[in-house]
């Protein structure tokens, strides 16, 4: 989430059953992608993991 090349997609998905964690630069890219670049997050639980 950290990678320059993350600005350039117009979706990003996101699927799993943990937690997310971000590092602060991870943070910060996907702040800019979301909120400057207008770029679209997805978030998908996946059902039925432990």
Do not use: C, W
Request: proline share 10%; no cysteine; charged share 30%.
């Amino acid at each position: 989430m950290d990678s320059p090349d993350l600005l350039k997609q117009p979706l990003l998905l996101v699927s799993g059953h943990k937690p997310l964690k971000f590092t602060e630069s991870e943070r910060a890219n996907l702040k800019i992608y979301l909120l400057e670049k207008k770029g679209l997050l997805f978030v998908d639980e996946v059902p039925g993991s432990p």
